[in-house]
């Protein structure tokens, strides 16, 4: 048997027993590595290690440890009071707000996954103060990352054009942003109706504790973090004046400039999030070293391990030609209007467990031969499959989805990954298609 049949097999198996039995995916992702990897693809274990996804690991680490220490200082309450009263209130309006920021991060040039990284943490903490879905919310902040995702200065759309005039395709900047955009506007406004949207309609939260703010659930943001520790100063004050909002803290002064900072060097001077989000931790815990010493336990390892695993069995088998495999069936296909939508399906399928950046420019190369001849619209075609190849992010496996499941609040980890990956599969199966429908074959009619 061929390697490319024994990794989509080994793959298969692995969703099974997954789903069957409580045993974390990354691990069974990490044993077929090895076995599939060496006794089938020949692969030395060096090989295999190499495809460890290490900067995925470091983003999540560095972002969940930099929040869970920002989570228990309060400063992640006071942004979230901020948002609501930047809306007067209105909690259906907050979702919204989420999008649209994080799409205007990435409009201006942030990654998709710096922009989330962001964006996430805030969004899920104020899902789990008001009774707002966390998969609702996580999913407007990657619906917006994506929507944004396209402009003409951001990475993405820099990579998708840069192909297209390098190639002397038809070319259209603005139709290929605009075409991302709205086609996530439109997931995000059947999603916010889906996932609970309109509950929120007409609902409105104080801005500011009232008495026994901690024993409220989903009508109040409280002043303090949900582990604000001993001897914090404010906390007899708010015990005395239930009423005030809790005074600014020193720490959360520094708290804030911190999350400025990471912002400013990842989204500015295109560091590594990762690393600077660590950096930023570590500094921050210096000044209250214990109270942040079970900071690191808040760190979501069982998603570390599952994306950590996946992605390296993903690297084997991109190394068996799996990949190469499946698109040289597709395009032997020979009808145009077809293998743009097999090629949607296989930037789709791929995207949802590697890098969306290299699977649109592997999607639109294996487009080009049939695009010069001119028998369908290489706009639509391109727009088609920027569009299927970046919002299966959604996926748990991708950076995106596993940044909303490493920082959901107040959840069966296990439950929201399988309401996240059924999300993710209802994408795979449904988003090519229907990017094929809207912007490919009206230009072949």
């Given at each position: 048997m061929?390697?490319e049949?024994?990794?989509?097999?080994?793959?298969?198996?692995?969703?099974?027993?997954?789903?069957?039995l409580?045993?974390?995916?990354?691990?069974?992702?990490?044993?077929?590595?090895?076995?599939?990897?060496?006794?089938?693809?020949?692969l030395?274990?060096?090989?295999?290690?190499?495809?460890?996804?290490a900067?995925?690991?470091?983003?999540?680490?560095?972002?969940?440890?930099?929040?869970?220490?920002?989570?228990n200082?309060g400063?992640?309450?006071?942004?979230?009071?901020?948002?609501?009263?930047?809306?007067?209130?209105?909690?259906?309006?907050?979702?919204?707000?989420?999008?649209?920021?994080?799409?205007?991060?990435?409009a201006?040039?942030?990654?998709?996954?710096?922009?989330?990284?962001?964006?996430?943490?805030?969004?899920?903490?104020?899902?789990?103060?008001?009774?707002?879905?966390?998969?609702?919310?996580?999913?407007?902040?990657?619906?917006?990352?994506q929507?944004?995702?396209?402009?003409?200065?951001?990475?993405?759309?820099?990579?998708?054009?840069?192909?297209?005039?390098?190639e002397?395709?038809?070319?259209?900047?603005?139709?290929?942003?605009?075409?991302?955009?709205f086609?996530?506007?439109?997931?995000?406004?059947?999603?916010?109706?889906?996932?609970?949207?309109?509950?929120?309609?007409?609902?409105?939260?104080?801005?500011?504790?009232?008495?026994?703010?901690?024993?409220?659930?989903?009508?109040?943001?409280?002043?303090?973090?949900?582990?604000?520790?001993?001897?914090?100063?404010?906390?007899?004050?708010?015990?005395?004046?239930p009423?005030?909002?809790?005074?600014?803290?020193?720490?959360?002064?520094?708290?804030?400039?911190?999350?400025?900072?990471?912002?400013?060097?990842?989204?500015?001077?295109?560091?590594?999030?990762?690393?600077?989000?660590?950096?930023?931790?570590?500094v921050?815990?210096?000044?209250?070293?214990?109270?942040?010493?079970?900071?690191?336990?808040?760190?979501?390892?069982?998603?570390?391990?599952?994306?950590?695993?996946?992605?390296?069995?993903?690297?084997?088998?991109?190394?068996?030609?799996?990949?190469?495999?499946?698109?040289?069936?597709?395009?032997?296909?020979?009808?145009?209007?077809?293998?743009?939508?097999?090629?949607?399906?296989?930037?789709?399928?791929?995207?949802?467990?590697?890098?969306?950046?290299?699977?649109?420019?592997?999607?639109?190369?294996?487009?080009?031969?049939?695009?010069?001849?001119?028998?369908?619209?290489?706009?639509?075609?391109?727009?088609?499959?920027?569009?299927?190849?970046?919002?299966?992010?959604?996926?748990?496996?991708?950076?995106?989805?596993?940044?909303?499941?490493?920082?959901?609040?107040?959840?069966?980890?296990?439950?929201?990954?399988?309401?996240?990956?059924?999300?993710?599969a209802?994408?795979?199966?449904?988003?090519?298609?229907?990017?094929w429908?809207?912007?490919?074959?009206?230009?072949?009619?």
């Amino acid at each position: 048997m061929s390697p490319e049949i024994v990794t989509i097999l080994a793959l298969v198996v692995i969703f099974a027993i997954a789903t069957v039995l409580p045993i974390n995916m990354g691990a069974l992702a990490f044993v077929a590595a090895f076995v599939v990897g060496t006794l089938s693809v020949g692969l030395a274990t060096d090989d295999i290690i190499a495809g460890f996804p290490a900067g995925l690991v470091l983003t999540l680490i560095g972002v969940t440890y930099l929040f869970a220490i920002a989570q228990n200082n309060g400063t992640v309450d006071l942004l979230v009071r901020g948002a609501v009263k930047l809306v007067g209130g209105h909690v259906a309006a907050i979702p919204w707000i989420m999008f649209f920021v994080t799409a205007v991060l990435t409009a201006i040039g942030a990654l998709s996954p710096a922009a989330v990284a962001i964006i996430a943490p805030i969004a899920l903490t104020f899902a789990a103060r008001h009774d707002i879905s966390p998969l609702l919310m996580g999913m407007m902040v990657i619906h917006g990352a994506q929507g944004g995702g396209f402009s003409p200065i951001s990475v993405y759309g820099v990579t998708v054009n840069g192909i297209v005039e390098n190639e002397g395709l038809p070319g259209s900047p603005l139709a290929v942003f605009l075409g991302a955009l709205f086609f996530n506007i439109a997931i995000a406004i059947v999603l916010f109706f889906v996932l609970g949207g309109r509950k929120l309609l007409g609902r409105k939260v104080a801005a500011e504790p009232v008495p026994h703010a901690e024993h409220a659930h989903g009508t109040v943001v409280r002043g303090h973090g949900a582990a604000p520790g001993p001897g914090v100063g404010g906390d007899d004050d708010e015990r005395a004046h239930p009423d005030r909002p809790a005074p600014v803290r020193f720490e959360q002064v520094l708290t804030l400039v911190g999350l400025v900072v990471v912002a400013v060097l990842a989204l500015a001077f295109d560091l590594d999030i990762g690393f600077v989000a660590i950096t930023v931790a570590v500094v921050l815990a210096l000044f209250s070293a214990a109270q942040h010493k079970g900071a690191v336990s808040q760190i979501s390892w069982s998603t570390v391990l599952l994306i950590a695993g996946v992605l390296t069995f993903v690297s084997v088998l991109e190394e068996a030609g799996t990949i190469d495999y499946v698109g040289d069936a597709v395009i032997g296909l020979g009808v145009p209007l077809l293998i743009a939508l097999l090629l949607a399906y296989i930037g789709g399928v791929v995207s949802a467990f590697a890098s969306s950046t290299a699977i649109i420019g592997v999607a639109i190369l294996l487009a080009v031969p049939f695009l010069e001849e001119g028998s369908i619209s290489a706009v639509g075609v391109v727009v088609a499959l920027s569009v299927a190849s970046t919002i299966v992010d959604v996926s748990p496996f991708s950076t995106n989805g596993a940044l909303v499941l490493a920082n959901a609040q107040d959840v069966d980890k296990d439950r929201f990954y399988k309401q996240i990956l059924a999300y993710a599969a209802i994408v795979v199966a449904v988003g090519p298609l229907l990017s094929w429908l809207v912007f490919v074959v009206p230009g072949w009619l």
